[in-house]
């Protein structure tokens, strides 16, 4: 018998540019496989990108009994940031069902090779890209995980890691750590900016099948090791940690990743949005950890804290 075709729902979410990045977010949340943003257009009269007033997401979500229950969610959550950014025009949702879709025409389309850094390009498998003076040159396939450069907490980070490393080269020996790892891309990152080793842990099994094949297709897999594992089971120390996470998941990390950060060291967290800041900082600040380097983009920040060298 011919295998059953799969049913999803198409969700289309018009919304102010400034909010869209949480919808976004949200979205992932939810359950989604893959949310979508239209691109920036440019400015034909100088190549600088043009704001969108009002930008549209499409995301998909698998059918399910649990289905109507989640879509209410999202309604509430839109409900709930037109309370708390009145000014902005309320944005809106419909949905639609399809059979089976064919997901590599749907998302390729959406997906540009991208500057997401100063010499870090971000570019799919499948289109072209001829570097320029000193780029370095990612190639992500993405699946259905999460991490393509195209959301403001992976861009954060890369651009974190990118000031460290190139800052710090001279390091005798990075031990990196990548606290869910998604496709793999700050991984990667991190090896082609100079780092001898990357352990890159997700709990996701099919992140972890994903960040695989993109280490491959960067010819990396000798320098990344990949494991599904949950952060609290991993043993080491590094002298730097990126986890793009969530606020709530880093927060249920603290005392982990601090344990796992060795003199000196760096632990880069960012999915961090604004509202989660001070909450943040107040769980991960010590006498022992300060504060760094914050980053930020829209509504998202991605934090920098340091771990205090040990005494000579």
Known sequence: MPAAKESWIEITVKTPSELSDAIANFLEELGTKGVFQEETEEDSF?????PREVEELKAYLPYSPESGTRLKELGNYISSLSELFP???IPTFSTSTIIDPDWAERWKKYFKPLRVSKNIIVKPTWERYIPEGRDIVIEIDPGMAFGTGQHASTRLCINALEEII????????????DVGTGTGILAICCIKLGVEHVMAID???????IAGK??????????????????SMVRGSFN??????TAPTLINL??????MMKPGGYLVASGITDMYINQIEKVFKSDSISIYERLAEKEWVCIVFRKKESPQ
């Open 46 to 50: 100088n190549n600088l990108p043009i």
């Open 87 to 89: 000014e902005k025009s």
């Open 166 to 177: 190139l800052r710090d080269r001279p390091h005798e020996r990075w031990d990196v750590l």
């Open 203 to 209: 709990l996701d099994n099919q992140a972890i099948e």
């Open 214 to 231: 993109n280490i491959e297709i960067n010819h990396v897999a000798d320098k990344i090791d990949i494991v599904n594992r949950d952060a």
């Open 240 to 245: 730097l940690i990126v986890a793009n996470l």
């Open 254 to 259: 603290q005392e982990q990743l601090v344990s």
